[in-house]
């Protein structure tokens, strides 16, 4: 599985935006950037994918370098709610047999401060 | 909001006793599969299948974990015999994968075991 690379641990202030880099230099040309985030006592949600270009929903928008080594996901003005680990993951495209399967590292841990 | 279902949310058993997760994955979704928590190895793949076939399962040790989904509802993860390093969160996600999807995972909320 191709590999991605996070920072541990990042801090915010409540309203302001934050962006979470995520490096993956060994990315292959059909591979998604998929991004999920765990809060305390749950099963990681997911946030936000895409193959090539930026991408923007209601919770966060995803940046994507124009090499894809590397992504950032921005949210826009984060509240306390938003405090938790933050994974960056790589997928294969549809109809392969590994399509769905990936490798979850470390995460960011992203603390909001009032 | 469909969500994914496990059973039971917590566990406390002692060394050597049989343990049956059971997960229910969202209707419709075709792929599930099962993950294991810990702080020291994080989130790790244990084994998932696809429209109840198993696809991998080279993440779970062979001698004393098995998966089965005994019909499209329901996933289980069983432990025999149970070991105090298998203690961790597990949790089941489900979603459908095709040709031309690419669809996110939906995970359950977990089940934390502890064996004693």
């Known amino acids: 599985d191709a590999k991605t690379t996070q920072p541990n641990s990042m801090e915010s202030n409540e309203e302001e935006p934050v962006h979470l880099p995520c490096n993956h230099s060994t990315i292959s040309g059909t591979d998604y950037i998929h991004w999920y985030r765990q809060l305390p006592s749950q099963g990681p949600e997911y946030v936000i994918h895409?193959?090539?270009s930026n991408v923007n929903n209601r919770m966060a928008s995803l940046a994507i370098a124009e090499d894809r080594k590397s992504s950032t996901l921005i949210l826009h003005r984060a509240t306390l709610r938003d405090a938790a680990v933050y994974y960056c993951i790589l997928r294969d495209p549809p109809g392969g047999t590994n399509a769905g399967k990936s490798t979850f590292g470390d995460g960011t841990t992203l603390t909001v401060k009032p | 909001d469909a969500r994914v279902t496990q059973t039971p949310r917590d566990k406390v058993t002692e060394m050597g006793q049989e343990v049956t997760m059971r997960c229910q994955p969202i209707?419709?979704?075709?792929?599930v599969f099962w993950y294991r928590q810990t702080m020291m190895q994080g989130l790790e793949l244990l084994a998932y299948f696809r429209n109840r076939a198993p696809l991998d399962d080279s993440g779970m040790p062979k001698d004393r974990f098995s998966a089965e989904m005994p019909d499209a509802t329901l996933a289980t993860l069983k432990i025999q015999p149970s070991e105090p390093r298998d203690s961790a969160v597990y949790f089941c996600?489900?979603?459908?994968?095709?040709?031309?999807?690419?669809?996110?995972?939906?995970f359950g909320d977990g089940t934390r075991l502890s064996i004693l």
């Open positions: 895409g193959l090539t």
């Open positions: 996600a489900s979603g459908f994968f095709g040709t031309l999807i690419n669809q996110p995972q939906h």
């Open positions: 209707l419709g979704h075709n792929t």
